[in-house]
């Protein structure tokens, strides 16, 4: 029986319905083999959607509401699984340069086909050696710009009372479907403090320092200074101990890549 190779797949991100769908357009003319699993309208659900689909390729859009192109690729460098990066812009700002150096490639906005296909090629011949290339992850932090503003308060409802929580004082939180619970420590209690918000993990990870709130798992974003260890349980499951408490906490596959030993 002949084995059949599977189609490369790849996600798109841009908060520009014109230019995303012109890219779409482009690649799926000039690559037809690729398959284009997500269209991401701006970089928080194109970090979601990365989790979804997991594609070897993504085109991101450098300015994004939220999540910039650059933070999410940050991001996917961090993760079990990081995916070759192609940068879309329409600014010939000082990334372009560094892009050069061979770590991602980038094209300019519009799109043009022989730029494009240069792009294509370039990735296709790393798809094949299944090679990362150089350090994507430290490129993309000296690349990005030092945070300003400190994070806003996390504001939670308590009965009749809103309660402000120091983004610092953050041992976790936990998501459903409808709410995403916060645990904190709360000053001169003897316990941690618990509250429900309606604000979806994603969302969250938009406004928060991703050096120190390390997302562990689709539902679970925590405060890395607040882990003790990581144990892994076999070869696909791993959990994390907090400092002081009994808590254990699930790491999916593709963030086990965080805890390594030196």
């Known amino acids: 029986m002949m084995m059949t190779t599977p189609k490369p797949t790849a996600l798109i991100a841009d908060d520009e319905e014109g230019p995303r ?3 779409r357009a482009a690649l799926q003319r000039l690559w037809p083999e690729l398959d284009i699993v997500a269209a991401s309208e701006h970089g928080v659900d194109a970090w979601d959607d990365f989790l979804a689909h997991e594609p070897a390729l ?3 859009d450098i300015r994004m509401p939220g999540l910039s192109g650059i933070e999410v690729a940050r991001r ?3 993760t079990a699984t990081p995916p070759q990066v192609v940068f879309v812009t329409a600014f010939g700002d000082h990334a372009v340069s560094a892009f050069e150096a061979g770590a991602v490639d980038y094209v300019m906005k519009p799109v043009d086909d022989a730029r494009l296909s240069q792009a294509i090629d370039r990735v296709k011949r790393r798809l094949h050696a299944a090679a990362p290339g150089p350090d994507l992850h430290s490129l993309l932090k000296q690349l990005l710009p ?6 806003r308060p996390i504001q939670a409802s308590l009965g009749r009372e809103i309660k402000l929580i120091a983004p610092e004082d953050v041992i976790y939180f936990e998501s459903d479907n409808r709410y995403t619970r916060v645990v904190y420590r709360e000053p001169g209690a003897a316990k941690d403090g618990e509250a429900l918000i309606r604000t979806p993990l994603k969302e969250l ?8 709130f390390w997302q562990v798992h689709r539902s679970v974003l ?7 260890s990581a ?3 076999d070869e696909s499951s791993m959990v994390i101990s ?7 906490l699930p790491v999916s596959r593709q963030f086990q890549s965080l805890f390594k030993g030196q």
């Open 21 to 23: 769908e012109q890219l």
């Open 58 to 60: 993504c085109f991101l």
């Open 76 to 78: 996917m460098a961090a």
């Open 146 to 151: 030092a945070a300003a503003a400190k994070p």
């Open 205 to 212: 990870l938009a406004q928060l320092d991703a050096e120190v």
């Open 222 to 228: 925590v405060n890395s200074r607040c882990i003790a």
């Open 231 to 233: 144990l892994r349980i």
């Open 242 to 248: 907090l400092r002081g408490r009994d808590t254990q």
